[in-house]
């Protein structure tokens, strides 16, 4: 016990005396040996005794999947797959920070640092003391002055390498941080465009990718000739990464980008480009979803629906022409509608814009207006919306999300739709008959 022990009492001391605490080590080995015989996990048992005697705390050791909003005092290891600098105001100054991805076995996750640590591509490092905020609905690592960041052989993490897949994974299969991803394509659209980094001017190429289950958005760092649109490619150790909330397919210098000796063809992505409805279990248990088609029956109209008012500045929706972050404003009129979808299998939230709003009810923006003034209420074109759209069925085709206000998916197109409750019951059916026919390991005397 006591061999096992030493090296934890020793460092326990020295943290101690860096407050200049000082305690018998007698008295740290006998209640840590004590702790570990209550089966306390070593670092915690560490980290209550510092508690005690010094009133300090040891970092949490995290690995990137296991990273939660609003946690302090962390402590990761990973590789720096991307870097760059992007400038921003802070109390009226303006201030470089430096934003980017890093990885290790288990996940990549966005990184912000808020001083310069010297990073660079392919560094490996250690993070102790940052802390994690949610960014577009996932959780980043910060670091900043009171972290301390260390830079370690790269052999102190293994190569980010492809995992060993009986079958490349689906697009509707793949997560946000995900590393080692390994999928078969089809290129939709590809552009190159030109983008400040650390280092200067980079060229990337983005686009968007299709398989027989879904589309997604890419972002390659590395120029490929493989990735022109029409081309099926299988694409070997790239990541998961949230853009606006939608998982991204991001490609480094660790990712291999091939031609498939299988093409993608056009019947095999026939209902995906037909935008054929998904029902909604179907896609709410995604972290995102990319240009989707979805119909069901408005349950409720939401508040915050109608003429609303936004500031010019920031475009956040505002009252009294207070905005929260630009203070007194001139604000400008807008329209939208926010109401919960249903389809039997699940809801969400769906964002209409002031188009859209004005497609399925009439109302411009100016008929808005002056329906407000006659009733000298803004809450009056609320109403009247709610009335001409609560039980109608809608169809419509957008973007999906997760986040902080639940699952919302913001509408690119939409149309007022009936749905057929008798073909809508037989395909359910239909569904549920082929999944019992079709379950592994299932003899009849199961199905009485």
């Known amino acids: 016990m006591e061999v096992k022990i030493a090296p934890h009492v020793d460092e326990i001391i020295r943290a101690l005396g860096t407050t200049g605490t000082t305690v018998n080590q007698a008295i740290i080995k006998e209640e840590l040996a004590r702790l570990l015989e209550f089966k306390v996990p070593v670092e915690e048992a560490k980290r209550s005794l510092l508690k005690k005697y010094g009133n300090i705390d040891l970092p949490s050791v995290k690995k990137l999947s296991e990273l939660g909003a609003g946690e302090r005092n962390i402590e990761v290891t990973a590789r ?10 802070i109390k009226e100054q303006e ?12 996940g990549a996750r966005s990184f912000t640092a808020w001083e310069d640590f010297g990073l660079e591509k392919g560094d490996v490092v250690k993070v102790t003391n940052a802390y994690v905020r949610m960014w577009q609905g996932m959780p980043e690592i910060n670091f900043g002055a009171r972290s301390k960041v260390e830079k370690l052989d790269s052999s102190a993490l293994e190569p980010l390498l492809s995992k060993d897949l009986e079958r490349p994974v689906l697009l509707a299969e793949l997560k946000e941080g995900e590393p080692a991803v390994h999928t078969v394509i089809r290129i939709m659209e590809s552009a190159q465009r030109e983008i400040n980094t650390k280092n200067g001017p980079r060229t990337i190429v983005t686009g968007t990718a ?10 390659s760092w590395v120029l490929s000739p493989e990735l022109t649109a029409g ?3 299988e694409i070997k150790n790239a990541y998961m990464r949230s853009w606006q909330g939608i998982p991204t397919i991001n490609m480094g210098e660790f ?13 095999d992505i026939a209902r995906v480009m037909d935008h054929v409805p998904i029902r909604l279990d179907k896609i709410t248990d995604r972290d995102g979803a990319f240009d989707v088609s979805i119909e069901g029956n408005i349950i409720s109209v939401r508040p915050g629906s109608g003429l609303i008012t936004r500031c010019p500045e920031c475009n956040r929706v505002i009252q009294k022409n207070i905005c929260r972050v630009h203070g007194l404003v001139k604000g400008r009129n807008d329209m939208r509608i926010k109401y919960i979808l249903d389809d039997g299998t699940g809801a969400l939230t769906v964002v209409l814009g002031a188009d859209l709003t004005q497609k399925v ?15 000298m209420n803004l809450s009056a074109v609320e109403e009247k919306i709610r009335g001409k759209l609560m039980g109608l069925s809608m169809r419509m085709r957008g973007n999906m999300t997760k986040g902080e206000y639940g699952i919302t998916l913001v509408a690119s197109d939409v149309e007022v739709t009936e749905i057929n409750p ?3 019951a037989a395909d359910l059916v239909k569904e549920i008959e082929g999944a019992i026919h079709h379950s592994p390991g299932q003899g009849d005397s199961d199905l009485w």
């Open 95 to 106: 201030r470089t920070i430096f934003m980017g991805t890093m990885v290790d076995e288990t």
């Open 361 to 375: 009810t009439g109302y411009s923006i100016e008929k808005a207006r002056e329906v407000a003034g006659a009733d």
């Open 255 to 267: 990712t291999s980008v091939s031609h498939s000796e299988t093409p993608i063809d056009d019947s």
């Open 231 to 233: 081309n099926t490619v």
């Open 80 to 89: 720096i797959l991307e870097i760059n600098t992007k400038v921003v105001g």
């Open 422 to 424: 008798a073909a809508a």
């Open 210 to 219: 299709i398989d027989s289950t879904a589309k997604l958005p890419f972002t």
